[in-house]
């Protein structure tokens, strides 16, 4: 893939930047293969099975999210698969257009919006996961089963200090403040 570098590149260029510099450096490389890995996975499984299935990642995260959940409120699948409520609105939106959700009022609040699968949206996942679990073997053939097992372990170890303790470590690096808004990368003109 041109403009693309092997992890073995990326590592050696990333060594040779920061020649000397005092970091934590086996920390930084297990987020950075985290991050690598994740892109790595995803790519191979959009390019993959859900290309054949005519979804995107987070259109197949909506839908098992809302499959392995029944009929959960948006909120929570938003919250779930890790994208805004903007977002899964949109997402929703091409899923329900495409026959694989529906959308219903919560029967005892009026505000909240349930999902839940279609007929066709239960057969579409009862068809893919398990050519998409094939995927995920693949990705992982050279583990083995117990090193699979050691690696989320250890990615679960992960997720639990940023859910357990990331917001009081955020809140101490802003010093108490809210996080400034981000950028959109666009420049003003005025």
């Not at 057969?123 to 398990?130: A, I, K, N, Q, S």
Request: with cysteine; aromatic share 4%; net charge neutral.
């Amino acid at each position: 893939m041109p403009g693309h570098r092997s992890i073995t590149e990326a590592e050696k260029l990333a060594e040779a930047r920061l020649g000397d510099v005092r970091i934590h450096r086996e920390q930084m490389a297990a987020v950075a293969n985290i991050y690598r890995a994740a892109a790595a996975v995803r790519q191979h499984l959009e390019n993959s099975v859900l290309r054949e299935s005519g979804l995107t990642w987070t259109a197949f995260v909506v839908l098992w999210v809302v499959w392995i959940w029944g009929e959960p409120e948006t909120r929570h699948v938003a919250e779930e698969a890790g994208i805004s409520k903007g977002t899964l609105t949109g997402v929703a939106r091409t899923l329900e257009s495409r026959g694989l959700l529906r959308r219903a009022d919560h029967p005892t609040d009026g505000r909240l919006v349930l999902l839940m699968l279609t007929p066709q949206g239960e057969e579409l996942m009862e068809r893919v996961f398990p050519r998409f679990n094939e995927e995920e073997a693949f990705v992982t053939s050279r583990l083995s089963a117990a090193e699979c097992r050691a690696l989320a372990e250890g990615l679960r170890r992960v997720v639990l200090q940023v859910e357990e303790e990331g917001e009081e470590r955020r809140l101490s690096l802003l010093d108490g403040a809210p996080p400034p808004p981000r950028r959109s990368g666009r420049r003003s003109h005025g």
